[in-house]
């Protein structure tokens, strides 16, 4: 490899030739600040317009001053972080940048996880010059069912764009406007809920501010609490217990499920659920769908959709809705399991417990914001009550843990409740990228074959590779099974299944890089792979540790079938657990 | 058209192109025929020499006067738009500035016919490539 | 016989209505009224001498004539055929007389290089381009070869005309030497400087000058596909464009196998829509990629990869112009022209307080002086000359004591302004210059992509401080920061654009700073153009209290009895100036 030999504060440093200097001082264990910069790790994928100008450096013979994060190293380059003029800029920088913000930090939802507060905090700011006669930029605040826009707060960083775009396809959001009102916004500054958003909420989890944040459910979620006349339930989705920890500082890949449990009861919910209760139903709608679908086409129906794509991810279903609409049959018609346990928890549990539905209060806990999109849907109402009432998120729960004086790292481990908090290994890796198409396949390949699985890790079907795909042996049969994780990737693979380039039997796709565990509702990562895959592995260690690993084999899933579904895909399995889906149009064609 | 097909081609016809502007300019009967270029670029035909070129045009034609009325890029001379340039036979070309229909009208009857210069000239001040 | 009279405005004011009325007097006395005839004409550009008589056919130059010269030159010239010696003009070299203009070293102070054809050709007729040699050169080009094209290119020293100054030459040597299947050349023609308008002029007025360079230039990187960027503001350039590369296509000059050499070259016209921004080359990029027209980062360079990736080649309108002479000439004839390190001529905007308001071309080395006083004919209305800002919006203010620096690029950025594109305006006595940056300030901030932090919200902060100062607000305090705040713009900046837009507020601060102090301390405006600083005062001496201006008065802020000395209440003043109008006696005044 070609390597270059530079001098960065009097120290000399030798890297690869396209080295930046930011990269460079790294090794040397110079931490030049940097604000617009992202780094998405093994995506491959870097944020660096340039634009915040916080890392500029002197470099000796430069006209003027270079932004590290951008610039590449040459061979004998004199290169200076912290002269006069240097921290002269940067305070300067940091000064306008701070000008033009709101100083609201008290109330906002970012305030104590803002990297502009962290940065002021680092450059000494102290007064802002000037700020008194200072015009502030304003733009309207647009609300949308997941996502708040609150673009006074934007620093123009782009990093919420390169998500968006780059990394998810999507296209809802881009600089509009020049100059002191440029702004990042979907075109022609519509609201978010008119653009092809489709709420996975990467931007969120990127944006260094306050000005991309989720809608905050958890005053509703108090005031149900508090209402003696309604029962409150609440379900967690797999990805929460490998996260939540990191909000109370214990290290990447914490599995907290016991005291997360143990700190909802605290809260005061009436039951303590389990979607993973509500994926293993979904593994018996749609493995019952796949291979029905499977069996139709291997006895040459023509008229059979194969791939069956997955279905659990809302923010998938909002992409393919508005992406490909052209082929809105071929997903599999299983609702999520996050509404799959609203729909039970609001007739069959209810019936139970003898509890009016209109007095039961579904909550879920979500990796997720598209989530709180999903929850609203018309289609997951009866006579406008909704089978999920609030959707919260992993950082919404952490909030409403602390708000209710809980010492979440002192608590003991707890379990869930009955019936709909038992679950299996199965469920649990849902919330990983693969984990979906590998329950599947356990149930699938023992329903089909008849025989037992010989073993139950399919470690081809994991990883973090933006597309894999692997071939599973089902007695015989070889199951051609596709995986995207990221809607760019997700694009990609189904653009080549519908040009025909790509044949599979099953795909599964989550929206979000690294699936839920990298959801935009998960405590922030900043694009730091390593935590991603921290929590992966705590994903899958959980599912090593159950007793019992496929969907299948839960006692009680076979229960529910056996009191009140019937059989997978029954007709009550189907008025229940399944849904359809929406030509939503592509909307970022405007001409 | 035929296309040019090699340099040899393009020198042959610039010649020939050259010759046609000589003959055009010295031609059999050199009193008989003048030259006129309107400076039309934007800044030109902001000020007005579109109708100036249209007037020199149609006059010219109406008084029977022999000319040739060619449109061409900016002079230069900004300030003192529309601008034309004259070029009585055998004589050197003379620019003025600040042509409106009455001036036009008093450079056909002056100059152009009688050879008499009119108020407004506008002295070249520059040297060409082609003098270099 | 012709006596030429100059009516230029300097001439007009040192009496040369009173020549030609003497003149004609002189002539009827000698009975010649009917054979010569006396005309007055526009500036003869040699103001500093005037007023000027020329007489034709002769070509008799006179210089500063004064009535009671007529009487001699009507006696001798006229009468006697014998020229007066003393009234011509001497060299000041070898301190003889000339009397013909045409051997005057003034004379040749312009030379049209790249305004060669304008003006002369009709641009809609190719075959008056090729009876100028049009087209030659690309033939000779071929017969070169594109490395001895270069070579000549970069013996020639022609450098960017677009303002970045950069030796073209080496700019198409590196694009030769990138290797890819596609290269681009491309036109930069938006043309984006307030009141600059060299480019639009050469492309309506010599188009194929333009075509024949880029196809040299495409012959000489390998590419072939040229692109014009061309504002969509510039109706006729487009017309005539287009008409000259019909016409190129239909004589062969452009398309496939041109002049026999087997070379392929075409070219498309690219609208802009008038981003000043998008003059950075980097951005004109991304604005014919369909992309937000913003700059990024360099390098990579165009030249390494341009327009959709692929290698390209940018230059301006006036640079590709100059390349056609200078294959046919030669580089040395070039290289003989202009100064030490800036070869050639530049064409520049005169614009402003100037009597000959146009379009110029001189060669590099000329002086201020020379192109104010001589070319441009002074100062309008015998005005004192104040400053002359070159380089459009971001150009500095330069002064009196910069007027005999020779005009290049490097003398200009020595002197803090630059040659920009070639805009230049000159002021005079009543121009304030604090108003002036304000001026360009606010175009800067309007014209900002808004990418980079320092640029976007930096200017805005810059004119909100000289808003304060022109009324009267500033402190001090703010002139310090003014220019800390210009040093970090222009050290910070992400582009051209940024990195120039202070100069107009750091040159009138470095050569201005008492009329900065005046606002600041004494509250007022040595020019008297900021309104708020201005007072309305009745001399209390004058006054004899006649109530007319209270009368007037539209905001009752006069005041006193009658036959009594008036006062104004300047906190109730509006400054509308009824007043000064009503009032017979002078005796309210503006200070």
Known sequence: ?591 | ?132 | MHMLVCGGTGCRASASDAIVETLNSELAAKGMENEVQVIMTGCFGFCEKGPIVKILPDNTFYTQVTPADSAEIVAEHIVKGRKVNRLLYTDPENKEHISDSKHMGFYKKQLRIALRNCGVINPENVEEYIARDGYQAIGKVFEMGAQATIEQMKKSGLRGRGGGGFPTGLKWEIASKNHADQKYVVCNADEGDPGAFMDRSILEGDPHSVIEAMTINGFCIGATKGLVYIRAEYPLAIKRLQIAIDQAREYGLLGKDILGSGFDFDIELRYGAGAFVCGEETALIHSMEGERGEPTVKPPFPAESGYLGKPTNVNNVETFANIPVIILKGAEWFSAIGSEKSKGTKVFALAGKINNVGLIEVPMGTTLREVIYEIGGGIKNGKKFKAVQTGGPSGGCLTEKHLDTPIDYDNLLAVGSMMGSGGMIVMDEDDCMVSVAKFYLEFTVEESCGKCSPCRIGNKRLHELLERITKGEGTMEDLDRLRNLSHVIKDSSLCGLGQTSPNPVLSTLDNFYDEYVAHVTERKCPAGQCKSLMQYVIDQEACVGCTACARNCPVNAIAGDRKKPHVIDTSICIKCGACIEKCKFNAISIQ
């Not at chain 1, 996880?113 to 000037?130: F, S």
């Not at chain 1, 934007?154 to 020049?178: D, F, K, Y």
């Not at chain 1, 490909?324 to 509404?339: G, I, T």
């Not at chain 1, 076979?558 to 909307?587: C, I, R, V």
Request: proline content about 5%; glycine content about 8%.
């Open chain 2, 1 to 132: 058209m035929a296309k040019v097909k090699s340099l040899a081609d393009l020198k042959k016809m610039k010649e020939q192109l050259q010759s046609k502007v000589d003959l055009r300019e010295k031609g059999e009967d050199p009193e008989s025929r003048v030259q006129i270029k309107v400076a039309m670029a934007t800044c030109g035909i902001a000020s007005g020499a579109k109708t100036v070129m249209d007037y020199f045009l149609e006059e010219l034609d109406k008084r029977s006067i022999d000319a040739v009325i060619t449109q061409t890029g900016c002079m230069g001379y900004c300030y003192a738009e529309p601008t034309i340039e004259v070029k009585l036979p055998g004589q050197e070309p003379v620019v003025i500035g600040y042509v409106d229909v009455k001036k036009a009208d008093e450079i056909i009857e002056k100059y152009i016919k009688n050879g008499e210069l009119v108020d407004g000239i506008i002295p070249m001040n520059y040297n060409t490539i082609d003098n270099q």
């Open chain 1, 1 to 591: 490899m070609e390597t270059v030999k530079l001098t960065i504060d009097n120290r000399q440093v030798e890297v690869p030739s396209g080295t930046t200097i930011y990269k460079a001082a790294k090794l040397l264990g110079i931490d030049i600040p940097v604000l617009c910069y992202m780094d998405l790790g093994d995506m491959n994928i870097e944020n660096k317009p340039g634009g915040c100008r916080i890392c500029v450096v002197e470099v000796e013979g430069r006209r003027n001053l270079a932004p590290s994060c951008s610039t590449n190293c040459a061979e004998g380059m004199v290169v200076k972080t912290h002269t006069m003029r240097v921290i002269n800029a940067r305070r300067t920088i940091m000064e306008l940048i701070l000008s033009d913000h709101p100083k609201d930090c008290l109330t906002c939802a970012k305030s104590g996880n803002c990297e502009l507060q962290d940065m002021a905090v680092k450059l000494g700011v102290r007064n802002i010059p000037g700020q008194e006669y200072a015009e502030m930029s304003t733009y309207k605040t647009d609300f949308s069912p997941s996502i708040i826009r609150e673009m006074d707060k934007c620093i123009m960083c782009r990093r919420c764009e390169t998500m968006c775009n780059t990394v998810q396809t999507v296209g809802a959001l881009s600089a509009v406007n020049r100059g002191f009102t440029a702004v990042v916004a979907p075109a022609f500054e519509q609201d978010l809920e008119k653009s092809p958003c489709t709420y996975c909420g990467q931007c969120v989890a990127v944006c260094p501010t306050g000005a991309l944040t989720e809608v905050d459910s958890t005053p509703k979620v108090i005031r149900a609490l508090a209402d003696p006349t309604k029962t409150v339930i609440v379900q967690t989705a797999p990805a929460i217990r490998a996260a939540l920890g990191e909000e109370f500082g214990m290290a990447p890949g914490t599995l907290v499920t016991g005291k997360m449990v143990a700190a909802l009861r605290q809260i005061g919910f009436d039951h303590v659920f389990d979607t993973d209760f509500a994926a293993d139903l979904t593994i018996m709608e749609e493995g019952t769908e796949l291979l029905d679908r499977l069996t139709r086409h291997l006895n040459g129906d023509k008229k059979v959709k194969l791939p069956i794509l997955t279905s659990c991810c809302p923010g998938w279903v909002n992409f393919f809705e508005h992406n490909f609409n052209d082929m809105l049959d071929v997903p599999s018609s299983a609702k999520s399991p996050q509404q799959m346990f609203g729909a039970i928890a609001k007739t069959y549990f209810a019936d139970k417990m003898s509890v009016k539905r209109e007095d039961l209060v579904v909550v879920s806990v979500m990796p997720c914001l598209a989530k709180k999109y999903e929850a609203q849907r018309d289609e997951f109402k009866v006579n406008g009550n909704p089978d999920v009432d609030f959707s919260i998120s992993t950082r919404e729960l952490a909030h409403l843990i602390k708000e209710f004086n809980i010492n979440f790292a002192d608590l003991a481990d707890e379990d869930f409740d009955r019936p709909l908090g038992e679950s299996t290994g199965a469920a649990v890796i849902f919330g990983a990228t693969g984990g979906v198409i590998e329950a599947a396949v356990r149930t699938a390949y023992e329903v089909h074959t008849g025989k037992k699985l010989p073993k139950m890790d399919f470690n081809e079907l994991r990883g973090m590779e933006g597309i894999r795909s692997a071939t599973i042996d089902f007695d015989g049969l070889p199951i051609s099974i596709g995986i995207a994780h990221g809607l760019g990737n997700a694009r990609k693979l189904l653009e080549d299944v519908r040009s025909g380039k790509a044949n599979y039997h099953a795909i599964e796709v989550m929206a979000c890089p690294g699936g839920c565990i990298g959801g935009g509702g998960q405590p922030l990562h900043h694009g730091d792979s390593s935590i991603l895959k921290a929590r992966a592995a705590a994903i899958y260690r959980e599912d090593a540790e159950k007793p019992i690993r496929k969907s299948h084999e839960n006692p009680y899933i076979q229960k529910l079938y056996e009191e009140f579904l019937g059989k997978p895909m029954s007709e009550k399995a189907h008025h229940l657990l399944h849904t359809h889906y929406f030509d939503k149009g592509n909307k970022d064609v405007f001409i």
